[in-house]
Every structure is written in C-alpha cells, then in structure tokens.
C-alpha cells in the first residue's frame, strides 16, 4: 500500500513550516558530559598554573620566613595571602576559557589548547633556566617552541591531559608544604613561647645598650693605614677611642636569619629554621628576661617572646605590603634572566615620617646634618630606640637592629634620600662600584645615627653605666664577579663578608684599646651575659671575652646551617679605593657640543626641594651605540663636575651609565641645571645634547 502524505498547503497539513532559528546551543558542550569536560580542563588548567606560581613563590616565601617578619604580618594576613596565591592566579585563566563556550565546541577546545600551550612555556622558562644556560630571548624562543609541542601533545594523546589533571593536587600539597614543613611554617603556626631564664651571679646588672647594624663589613670603615677613617666616620672613631675593638671579629653567616639568632644564642647555626622565638626559645632576651626589662626593636627576626617583650612600636605595613612585594617576586620567579630570590634585598627601614612618629630629639649641633629638616628620613625603629634610651630603677636591656647599612641603598651622606631603579644592577664591570659607592655613602650617614646614639646616652646619663655595644650582623662584598654574601662572595673576599666592626664599651670604660682575639659572633651572648652577671643555662658554643683567648686561629662561617666553611683568621687589609677623577669637584664652562645622550630621571631636576628631604642624587641613562664601552662621560649639576662614570654594555633596562652625585652641595632649591659630557684624550670635555 502507497504510503500517505498530506500535500503541502492542504487543509490537514496546516500552514507552510518557517524556516528554522539557529540553535545559540549548537556545538557547546552541554549536559553532564559537558560539564565533565568542564572539571577536566579546569583540574588541567589549575595543575599548570600551580606549577609555574604557587609552587616557587610559596616555596621563596616558606624559605624567607624573615619576609614576614619584617612586614610584620599577622597570621591571617599570611594565610591570606596563601589562599591568594593558591587560588588567584588561576581564577582569570579559568574565567577566560569558560568565557570561550559561548563561541561553540571547537573554539573551547582551541582557546583550551592555547591556554596549555602558554602556561607550558611559563614552565619551560623556569626550567630552562635550571638546566640550560640559555637566558633572555634564546630561552623564551625555546620556552615558546616547548610550550607548542606540549599543546599538540595534548591535544593528540590523552596521557599529558590525564598526567596534568593528576598534578591538580599540587597547589592543596603546595599550600599544606607551606604551612606545615616549611621554616615559615613557624611564624604561621608558632609554639613554645618562654625559653630559660637566666641565673643571677654576683655583682650588680648594668644597663645594656646593643645596637646592631646590618650588612657592614669591618673593611667599609678602614682607611689606608687600617684604622678606622676619622674623616668620613667619625662617631665610630669616636665610639672606637672609648671601648674595646675586637678587630679580628667575625659574623658566622652572611644570612641574618641565621646570623642573628647565632649572636643571640651563642650557638652556631644548625638547622634552616625561622628565626623565631618558638625555634630558639633560649637567646638573650630569655637570658636576661627574668632580670632585665627588655626593650627590643627587632627587624627581621622575632626572638624575643611575648611574654617579655611588648609589642613593636612601629606598625604593621598590611595585606597589601605582602601583596605588592610577592608580585615583585613573581616577575622574578618567572623571568627568562637570572635573579636572586632574596626577599630580604627588598627590606628597607620606614622613616619616622612614614611611621607617623615624631623626632624623639631636638635639632643637634651639626649643621650640616641639618637634622631639623632631615629627621623624618630617620628610621622609625631608631626613633623609637632614641626615645627608650632613659636610666630606669630596673635593670633594662635596649635592644636595635637597624637594617643600616643595608641595601636598597637610599640615604646621602647628609641624610638626604634619593631615588633608584629597583632593577639596577650591582654586579659587573661599573656597576659593582657604583654600588660600592651608594653602600659608603648609606654608611656615612649610619655614622650620623652613631653619633646620635652617643649623644643621647650621654645626654641621660646612661653611657658612664651602662654596657654599650655596636656591631654588624655580617658584611658583604664588592668584587667584581662576586657581589653578595653567597659562597661566591666567601671564596673570593670573605675579608668583605665574614669580619664585622664589634664594639664593646665596658661600664665605666673611659679609653680605648684593640683586642684582636679569634671573636667570633656566638661569643656575643656569653660576653654581654658575663658583664650583665648573668649565668646562661644552657650551653654554648662562644666564649666571654672576659675569658681566655679560644685556641685556634680559623674562623668558621655557615652559608647553610650545619655545614661550616673554614678559612684563616687575622684582621683583613682594606681593598684599595679608586682615586677620584681629577676633574670631579671642577667647574665648567662652555665646552664644545656633539654627540647625545637619553637619562632616565630629568624632570626631577627641574623642581629639587632640599629641605623636603630628597635629592636626585643618582643619574642614569643611556648613549648611541656608536659610544665605546670604557669612555668617561662627566656629569655636572649646576656647572660643577659631580661624577666621572664609564660607559658599560647595556644593562637589562638598557642602561648604559649611572653616576652617583653624594654630595648635596652640587644642588640648590628650584630648577637645577644637569649637563653631560664625553671626555676625550687630555680629558677635553664635549657637551652632550640630553633627552
């Protein structure tokens, strides 16, 4: 039988169909195998991101716990920050590939891919620079070329997309590492609290005044003949006529979060822990706790407990310090050049002003220190030490350690701050002494801070009684080739980085002598101890220099906790100084024009405000190509020379001179006139045409 149909247009049939609407919903994946698919890339997508961000910032991070320390951040505020950097980088990748379902099936599945591809290449930069030498733009080019042959790995086989959905459970472990294995574990979940108490000896308990300053090699204050430089610091000359000088004086660690605790404990490092009371429950603040009042000012450790120590005075700096300084980090972690993760290269002191504290001291009688204007740019934390130092009925412990001199270099000799780019360079030929000269200028100014102390204590009365000490926690080198405090900077100039000033001012000491005794740094705590009268309870690997003299002659030193390196003791000889050019301090008139050069900062001297406090004291920039490396420019501020600087290769920002301008004679309030010159054979000067 004939099949029956209705005719179009016939009364049974009904109206002619319309024509059909595209489906918004064809070729997106829809339904439960839809949104598997979905969990599948996202799982993808959340492995990759925690490989190439969660797992080295928070392995830098759980390896700094001093980075929170110094930020002086709460718990939740590190938790926080965790969760961010657990979750946060993945959440716009995720929301750009889900925004691609709207556009169909296949455009997912290529947005998907390239999003691999990408994320593959971000990897393959931070293993690259492991395993190959390849830097810069060779490494992005394979980084670029790994990360395609990983997308179409992919996209054709199921095993990498099954591997990466596996790696999903990274970031949880990632972020259960941190909180709990790592040495910043400590300062997120801390446990014990008081450590002994020590036992009083006979004899009365003198004040104690310690101040300690941070990345000072001894070698920084000597002048030609070994003695310290009375003409660039005089306060510590001054403070060297008055107490024992333990020339041949040694840090143990060119890493404060190891360093410091050893001068606290007298122990030598033995384990990569933070430097946290719960860690090292017996140091001095304990020692002398249960007799002394104790007033420290920490910076990057937090040795003394609770139950002794009040609160820091300064504040915390908040969630967004933390968040801004760990995306500073990020660019490190990621980029295809070398950089050295030291979180503590970023710690810099706030000043009084930024502080919100007020000067804790009238306007001194230097005038050229000019206190009256500068004293906002004074570290807070020495302001509120200055302010503490007062005789007491109880015996008190005041305690300061100034990230002075320290890098980032800041301060003039005057107090003044200048400017800098984050990103310049401290190793290499011409940069390694612009960073050499930047660190003694930061140390002329630590002088005047000396000098204030010294004063203040006179000033109350507290210098005749009290036991005054001022040393450093380690120094640091300024080879070429080995800038630092790493195992570098140890095999070629520990005389840089391992000796230290160490200063011991008796009570009732009134002349000066040298000691050059094997001191080294956990023979801190036994001595203070000895004179405080004071029996430590536990023992020690240092000894009082009120003691006999320790045998050997070697020193040892500990760029990891656990592994001593030895190397010969005596006092080090100061590098040579480079002499100044002799047309620096020069004035100059008309000199003939060519040539042009381009510098980084020029507005700033169209409005210089001295008594504001800042002055652009470094100038940087770049030359044509055609300009040799080796030739001499000369710039001058206000028709005076102020430095001579070579011209180098290029930096990674391009920059191809910096010269620094400490002396803030060469400026005046207003529109300063910055000039550049290109010095010739005869030192004849050609004018440079400046953008």
């Known amino acids: 039988m004939a099949d029956a149909t209705l005719a179009p247009g016939s009364p049974a049939a009904g109206p002619p169909c319309a024509p059909t609407a595209p489906d918004p919903t064809r070729g997106r994946p829809t339904g439960p195998a839809g949104w598997r698919a979905e969990l599948r890339r996202l799982l993808e997508v959340t492995a990759l991101v925690g490989l190439v961000v969660t797992?080295?910032?928070?392995?830098?991070?759980?390896?700094?716990?001093?980075?929170?320390?110094?930020?002086?951040?709460?718990r939740g505020e590190i938790l926080t920050l965790v969760a961010l950097i657990a979750v946060a980088p993945t959440v716009p990748v995720a929301l750009l590939g889900a925004a691609s379902r709207l556009t169909g099936r296949a455009a997912r599945a290529a947005v998907h891919?390239?999003?691999?591809?990408?994320?593959?290449?971000?990897?393959?930069?931070?293993?690259g620079r492991h395993v190959t030498p390849l830097r810069g733009v060779p490494l992005l080019v394979a980084a670029v070329m790994a990360g395609a042959?990983?997308?179409?790995?992919?996209?054709?086989?199921?095993?990498?997309?099954?591997?990466?959905?596996?790696?999903?459970?990274?970031?949880?472990?990632?972020?259960?590492?941190?909180?709990?294995?790592?040495?910043?574990?400590?300062?997120?979940?801390?446990?014990?609290?008081?450590?002994?108490?020590?036992?009083?000896?006979?004899?009365?308990?003198?004040?104690?005044?310690?101040?300690?300053?941070?990345?000072?090699?001894?070698?920084?204050?000597?002048?030609?003949?070994?003695?310290?430089?009375?003409?660039?610091?005089p306060h510590f000359a001054e403070l060297a006529g008055g107490s024992t000088w333990?020339?041949?004086?040694?840090?143990?660690?060119?890493?404060?979060?190891?360093a410091l605790p050893a001068m606290l404990t007298g122990r030598y490092p033995a384990r990569p822990v933070a430097p946290h009371y719960s860690q090292?429950?017996?140091?001095?603040?304990?020692?002398?706790?249960?007799?002394?009042?104790?007033?420290?000012?920490?910076?990057?450790?937090?040795?003394?407990?609770?139950?002794?120590?009040?609160?820091?005075?300064?504040?915390?700096?908040?969630?967004?310090?933390?968040?801004?300084?760990?995306?500073?980090?990020?660019?490190?972690?990621?980029?295809?050049?070398?950089?050295?993760?030291?979180?503590?290269?970023?710690?810099?002191?706030?000043t009084a002003a930024e502080a919100g504290l007020d000067a804790a001291e009238p306007v001194p009688d230097d005038p050229k220190f000019r206190w009256d204007s500068l004293d906002d740019n004074q570290p807070a934390r020495f302001t509120t030490f200055l302010a503490g130092l007062r005789p007491s009925d109880r015996p008190t412990l005041h305690f300061l350690h100034l990230l002075m001199p320290h890098a980032p270099w800041q301060f003039l000799p005057s107090g003044a701050r200048y400017a800098a780019p984050e990103d310049l360079p401290t190793d290499g030929a011409g940069w390694v002494e612009l960073a050499r000269r930047r660190h003694l200028a930061q140390l002329e100014y630590t002088d005047r801070?000396?000098?204030?102390?010294?004063?203040?204590?006179?000033?109350?009365?507290?210098?005749?009684?009290?036991?005054?000490?001022?040393?450093?926690?380690?120094?640091?080198?300024?080879?070429?080739?080995?800038?630092?405090?790493?195992?570098?900077?140890?095999?070629?100039?520990?005389?840089?980085?391992?000796?230290?000033?160490?200063?011991?001012?008796?009570?009732?000491?009134?002349?000066?002598?040298?000691?050059?005794?094997?001191?080294?740094?956990?023979?801190l705590l036994p001595t203070v101890a000895d004179y405080a009268?004071?029996?430590?309870?536990?023992?020690?690997?240092?000894?009082?220099a009120r003691q006999a003299p320790r045998e050997r002659a070697d020193k040892r030193f500990y760029d990891r906790p656990g592994e001593p390196v030895a190397f010969p003791g005596g006092v080090p000889a100061p590098p040579p100084q480079p002499k100044p050019h002799p047309l620096v301090g020069t004035t100059v008139g008309q000199r003939p024009t060519g040539g042009s050069a381009r510098v980084g900062d020029l507005a700033a001297f169209r409005a210089v405000d001295p008594d504001a406090g800042g002055l652009p004291a470094l100038v940087w920039g770049t030359v044509p190509a055609s300009v040799r490396d080796g030739t001499l420019l000369a710039v001058a501020v206000n028709g005076r020379i102020g430095a001579v600087v070579p011209v180098v290769p290029p930096d990674a920002g391009g920059r191809r001179f910096a010269a620094f301008l400490p002396d803030d004679r060469l400026f005046r309030a207003g529109a300063n006139r910055l000039d550049l010159y290109q010095i010739g054979p005869g030192d004849e000067l050609r004018h440079l045409s400046i953008s």
Request: neutral net charge; aromatic residues 8%.
């Open 55 to 74: 797992q080295p910032m928070l392995d830098v991070l759980g390896r700094s716990p001093d980075f929170f320390l110094f930020h002086r951040a709460t």
């Open 113 to 127: 891919t390239v999003l691999v591809g990408t994320l593959l290449a971000a990897l393959a930069v931070q293993v």
């Open 280 to 350: 090292y429950p017996d140091n001095l603040f304990t020692v002398l706790g249960g007799r002394y009042d104790v007033r420290a000012e920490e910076s990057i450790t937090r040795l003394c407990p609770p139950s002794r120590c009040d609160q820091p005075a300064s504040p915390p700096q908040g969630l967004g310090t933390l968040v801004r300084e760990s995306g500073k980090l990020l660019r490190q972690v990621t980029a295809p050049v070398d950089s050295r993760f030291d979180p503590e290269e970023s710690y810099r002191e706030q």
């Open 533 to 544: 009268h004071v029996r430590i309870p536990w023992p020690v690997d240092g000894r009082s």
């Open 149 to 233: 042959a990983g997308a179409v790995a992919h996209r054709r086989w199921r095993g990498p997309g099954l591997a990466l959905r596996v790696a999903a459970a990274g970031p949880p472990a990632f972020v259960a590492l941190f909180l709990f294995a790592s040495p910043a574990s400590t300062v997120v979940l801390p446990h014990r609290d008081a450590g002994a108490a020590g036992v009083a000896g006979p004899g009365g308990h003198p004040p104690v005044v310690m101040l300690v300053l941070d990345e000072l090699p001894l070698v920084s204050l000597l002048g030609g003949d070994g003695r310290i430089d009375v003409g660039r610091y």
């Open 246 to 258: 333990y020339r041949n004086a040694t840090g143990v660690s060119g890493w404060t979060p190891y």
């Open 449 to 523: 801070l000396v000098g204030e102390t010294l004063r203040i204590l006179r000033a109350t009365g507290l210098y005749d009684r009290a036991l005054v000490v001022v040393t450093a926690d380690h120094g640091v080198s300024f080879d070429n080739g080995a800038q630092g405090r790493g195992m570098d900077a140890i095999r070629k100039a520990a005389g840089q980085v391992a000796w230290v000033p160490m200063f011991v001012k008796e009570p009732g000491q009134r002349a000066g002598r040298v000691d050059d005794r094997n001191w080294e740094h956990v023979d």
